[in-house]
């Protein structure tokens, strides 16, 4: 038995990754222009981005047909004492996605590389010592979320954090309580690091509760690595591209996802800071198209 996708957008594909920047497309544009490119769900992105009282953002959504899956947030429980600070970043996020009757919270590690100037600020990977103790905060951070908010935590791997190729996301799975930690698929961050999309679905279908779809341009990858780019600056190249012109292939991801027979949003979300005004449209409406050709999605 197979059950569609439930596709959705995001601000990060109209170029958005801080709460405020000039160079970013202005939240109320980005509503109109999400809803005319033909999507009907968003998340929420970086938290102040788009309004942070809940009787104006459910408005501001309900006017243009919009439904919020869930919210976006960093974590940085890998360092020493870094629970309060977590905890008040993440609760906030929480809190505004709770009231906007989403029920997932996608939590993204922080990273050991600057993401805008690549400059190495950490070590780049956890020790054995340093994994348990990762583990058991973000347990305690899915539980407390799950018990106060009543949302469950879709964990995000990510290029330039400690969970980023394959081998790492597998030793965070194991680590972490499948009861409490799903994880947020990200096919471009996969892909770029290295790691195999169909087998994480194949070997780990149990622990897939949300899906970001994104393909990376590999010609740009390879560079990427082989020169020691940074994250940010690998985005400002083009790493991450408009489908279908990049890996991984859609449609066998959409369809092995399908196969799953889970209620999974897949939400559109193609990393482009900084971009021109006019970029992001056009790219989301083209998208959409390509996607409904790939597979099953609703």
Known sequence: MTRPLKLGS???????????????????RFLDEVAQAGYT?????????LPTEPEQLKDELGRRGLEMTAGTIFEHLHRTDSWDSTWKDVSDAARLTAAMGAEHLVVIPDFWRDPSTGEIIEDAQLTDGEWPVYARRMNRLAKAIRDEFGLRIQFHPHADSHVDT??????????????LVSLCLDTG?????????????????????YVHLKQVDPAVVDQVHRDGIGFGQAVAMGAMCEPPLGVPEMGPILASLAELDQDMFAIVEQDMYPCVADQPLPIATRTLTTLHACGPLR
């Open 41 to 49: 769900r968003i998340e929420l992105g970086p938290y102040g981005y």
């Open 10 to 28: 995001a601000p990060d594909s109209w170029g958005v990754w801080y709460p405020d920047d000039a160079r970013q497309t202005p939240w109320v």
């Open 166 to 179: 394959q081998v790492n996301v597998e030793r965070f799975l194991a680590e972490t309580d499948p009861a």
């Open 189 to 209: 961050h996969i892909a770029y690091c290295g790691g195999d999309n169909l087998d994480l679905i194949r070997r780990h279908r149990e622990r897939i509760g």
